[in-house]
């Protein structure tokens, strides 16, 4: 059974900055509103490597580690073993690397322990049909969610990062028991910017999603706090 979430920890927010200070100050602030989970993702990944995280984890934050392993499936196994050692809460990977890796990922990541729950990347929220058809991929973005979130489930993991115009169809389909975790949240007062498979935190919850990953609408308002907060009440109202 999948365990019920405060609203205050379903909000992810994603800590897209180049600098351990910067991340580390966005830790200390956005705490003190009641945001407990931060993601790291390759830009402060790449910058600041794992101490980051081994420091989010000792100012009592809970890490995402969004590094979206895509290769070989030794080499990803490998980097999900190391990841684990890391304690995040979670760690993912993307489906398209194929099942046979995420298969070995998810035995990695059993292995190794620490906790950390592993989801897959199915198509990212950047996105549209056009782009799409560009990557050669032709099935309607929906279908080919939906199959990469049964290859995902399939090969032993805990579940996807999908937009909110897919959540509802994969609930329908795979049930409740499995995680969801969706960026490309906008409040209706923050801007689009480069994603385009957008919806408010209280669509993507009512739609049935478990965390909502939020980096611009926060990181860029005027008034960080309070932005963490509106949107911390809109979870809330969602999920009440
Ligand atoms: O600033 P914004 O709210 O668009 O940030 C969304 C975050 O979620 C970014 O860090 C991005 O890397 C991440 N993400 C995404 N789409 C996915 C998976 C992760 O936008 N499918």
């Given at each position: 059974m999948k365990k019920r979430l405060n609203p205050a920890d379903r909000l992810i927010v994603a800590l897209?900055?180049?600098t351990a200070p910067e991340a580390l100050h966005w830790v200390r602030r956005l705490k003190k509103c009641g945001v407990t989970r931060f993601k790291v993702g390759s830009e402060l990944f790449t910058a600041a490597g794992p101490e980051i995280v081994k420091k989010i984890n000792a100012k009592g934050g809970r890490v995402f580690?969004?590094?979206?392993y895509f290769d070989i499936p030794n080499t990803m196994a490998g980097a999900v073993r190391q990841a684990a050692k890391l304690k995040p809460f979670l760690i993912n990977v993307h489906a398209l690397a194929g099942p046979r890796a995420m298969r070995e990922c998810a035995k990695a990541l059993k292995k190794a322990g620490g906790g950390a729950k592993l989801i897959a990347v199915t198509?990212?929220?950047?996105?549209d049909a056009a782009e799409l058809e560009k990557a050669?991929?032709?099935?309607p973005t929906q279908k080919t969610v939906v199959n990469l979130t049964r290859a995902a489930l399939d090969s032993g993991l805990a579940g996807v990062v999908a937009s909110s115009e897919e959540i509802a169809k994969l609930r329908q389909r795979f049930g409740e028991k499995f995680l969801v975790g969706t960026p490309g949240v906008r409040p209706a007062w923050a801007a689009k910017n480069d994603q385009v498979r957008t919806a408010t935190p209280l669509k993507a919850i009512k739609d049935g999603a478990d965390y909502i990953v939020v980096g611009r609408p926060i990181l860029s308002a005027r008034r960080p706090a309070d932005a963490a907060k509106k949107i911390i009440e809109e979870i809330e109202t969602a999920s009440g």
């Open positions: 897209d900055v180049p580690l969004d590094m979206k198509i990212l929220t950047s996105f050669n991929i032709k099935a």
